[in-house]
């Protein structure tokens, strides 16, 4: 039994340490990532820039303004 947990000790170093070596990530996937934060970033921008959006986010900060403490 000893011999069995031992052996199965090994695999799991093991196994750890290649998963420790293909930890990072290549240069194509931080392009690809690059390009999917800016295409997040461009959304959100058009979403917050809509007129909808805007003249409630200017009616919340109007609100917190004229709001006594």
């Known amino acids: 039994m000893y011999k069995a947990v031992q052996a ?3 695999a799991w170093v093991r196994r750890m340490r290649a998963a420790r070596r293909d930890a990072g990530m290549v240069t194509s996937e ?3 990532g690059i390009v999917a934060a800016v295409a997040f970033a461009v959304v959100l921008y058009k ?6 959006v805007s003249a409630q986010l200017q009616d919340i900060v109007k609100q917190a303004l004229d709001a006594r403490m």
């Open 8 to 10: 199965r000790m090994r």
């Open 30 to 32: 931080y392009a690809m």
């Open 47 to 52: 979403v917050v820039t809509s007129g909808q």
